[in-house]
T-cell receptor, first 111, second 112 residues
Framework: GQQVMQIPQYQHVQEGEDFTTYCNSS?????IQWYKQRPGGHPVFLIQ?????EVKKQKRLTFQFGEAKKNSSLHITATQTTDVGTYFC???????????FGTGTRLTIIP | NAGVTQTPKFRVLKTGQSMTLLCAQD?????MYWYRQDPGMGLRLIHY???????AKGEVPDGYNVSRLKKQNFLLGLESAAPSQTSVYFC???????????FGEGSRLTVL
């Protein structure tokens, strides 16, 4: 089956520092999604990337999809305490019928 | 608009007992999914459905059964619970236009 690796597993940063999580697939993806899960909460959709080399921004968040459509990254600039949570990538195959989730990166902020 | 609702939110079972988790969505979505979440493992797909009356196996289907008798409901059953099924279970439905998965709030199951 499709393998989706996500690194790092944990990241502790000082408030105001940047944060990046990476997602790598063993196969070419049709698209990739990113979700955020706050502690004790449920995953919430952030964005979907479809095109090779695509870059999308949401305020302090920048999402990239690799040229080969096998990897993706999420970068947060100047982290804030509200960014705390676990960030998951989710890789889609064959019309989004099934999504394979990465293992997630848990972000904690040191005030 | 309730979105995706899961019941119950918490349950404690003894080994060998059976139970059913109910997922209901009011967004008229065709696709629905059951995931389990364990520490360090991310979200793993148990079963899914692409429409009323259909079900399919996901990544970790053993020990679970599902039914989709009505479009808005997707049931996850454990016939004989095992401690390895202690987990947080999430139901989700898919908005096909955007590809967005809408998740329920989760059901925390403990099997003793």
């Amino acid at each position: 089956g499709q393998q989706v690796m996500q690194i790092p597993q944990y990241q502790h940063v000082q408030e105001g520092e940047d944060f990046t999580t990476y997602c790598n697939s063993s196969t070419t993806l049709s698209n990739i999604q990113w979700y955020k899960q706050r502690p004790g909460g449920h995953p919430v959709f952030l964005i979907q990337l479809v095109k090779s080399g695509e870059v999308k921004k949401q305020k302090r968040l920048t999402f990239q999809f690799g040229e080969a459509k096998k990897n993706s990254s999420l970068h947060i600039t100047a982290t804030q305490t509200t960014d705390v949570g676990t960030y998951f990538c989710a890789a889609a195959s064959f019309g989004n019928e099934k999504l394979t989730f990465g293992t997630g990166t848990r972000l904690t902020i040191i005030p | 608009n309730a979105g995706v609702t899961q019941t119950p939110k918490f349950r404690v079972l003894k080994t060998g007992q059976s139970m059913t988790l109910l997922c209901a969505q009011d967004m008229n979505h065709e696709y629905m999914y059951w995931y389990r979440q364990d520490p360090g493992m991310g979200l793993r797909l148990i079963h899914y459905s692409v429409g009323e009356g259909t079900t399919a196996k996901g990544e970790v289907p053993d020990g679970y059964n599902v039914s989709r008798l009505k479009k808005q409901n997707f049931l996850l059953g454990l016939e004989s619970a095992a401690p390895s099924q202690t987990s947080v279970y999430f139901c989700a439905s898919l908005e096909t236009n955007t590809g967005e998965l809408f998740f329920g709030e989760g059901s925390r199951l403990t099997v003793l």
